[in-house]
């Protein structure tokens, strides 16, 4: 097993100190873990119902997830074959820590914020990321890196500012989902910074709010 670390900051944004934040996600990991180990499988076979990431992966494939989870993600969650498996998470040593899984041996774990990822450009064939990059303080920084490290990348997060309850109910209140993004707000930014890339979006809905799903596929000889 191979650690990359990247340096950390004492603060998460400008809202909280880092150790605040590893410790209301350790503990809510924690505390629920029972439910959470039922319910993973669920969620992540939805995610991949709804992508075609299943056929762009194989055992040749490096795969990379962003966000994993101390269940090792939609990766292990799922068995997907790999090559190579790449476990990308802002507290990833703490989620290590708890034991919940066995992790592949042979694992790359980089404990890194996803605005800024140490690895290099195209490092990952296929990068999976489902239910994370909002619950970071700065979204399309984060969206960038992953388009940055991967050829192929599927994203899926929390479009929660297109609801009116939850801007009411979570403006300035929510450290986990502070941004309340909307789903303009994401088409908007693809538009504009994407060109070049072969990008989808769509919404897996299901919720009060959209849930978007967008896929990034690489160009590379046009880069």
């Not at 503990?27 to 959470?36: A, G, I, R, S, Y």
């Not at 966000?67 to 292990?76: A, L």
């Not at 190579?84 to 914020?113: G, R, S």
Request: glycine letters at 6%; charged letters at 30%.
């Amino acid at each position: 097993m191979r650690w990359i670390e990247a340096p950390q900051s004492e603060m998460r944004g400008d809202i909280e100190t880092r150790e605040q934040f590893v410790k209301r996600n350790v503990d809510w990991w924690v505390e629920n873990e029972k439910w959470l180990r039922n319910d993973r499988l669920l969620y992540y076979e939805r995610f991949l119902k709804h992508n075609q990431a299943r056929s762009a992966i194989d055992s040749a494939t490096v795969l990379g997830e962003v966000g994993p989870g101390p269940f090792g993600g939609i990766i292990e969650v799922c068995k997907l074959p790999a090559k190579e498996k790449y476990f990308i998470d802002y507290i990833l040593t703490k989620l290590y820590k708890l034991k919940f899984i066995q992790w592949p041996e042979d694992a790359v774990m980089v404990d890194a914020p996803v605005e800024n990822i140490p690895l290099e450009d195209d490092a990952i064939d296929v990068l999976l990321s489902y239910n994370a990059l909002d619950h970071g303080w700065d979204i399309w920084s984060g969206i960038k890196e992953c388009v940055r490290i991967s050829k192929h990348c599927y994203l899926s997060f929390d479009c929660r500012g297109d609801s009116p309850k939850q801007v009411a109910q979570r403006r300035g209140k929510d450290f986990d989902h502070w941004q309340l993004i909307t789903m303009k707000q994401v088409w908007d930014f693809f538009s504009r910074k994407m060109k070049g890339h072969h990008w989808s979006i769509t919404e897996l809905g299901g919720k009060e709010f959209p849930v978007v799903m967008i896929e990034v596929k690489k160009c590379l000889g046009l880069m």
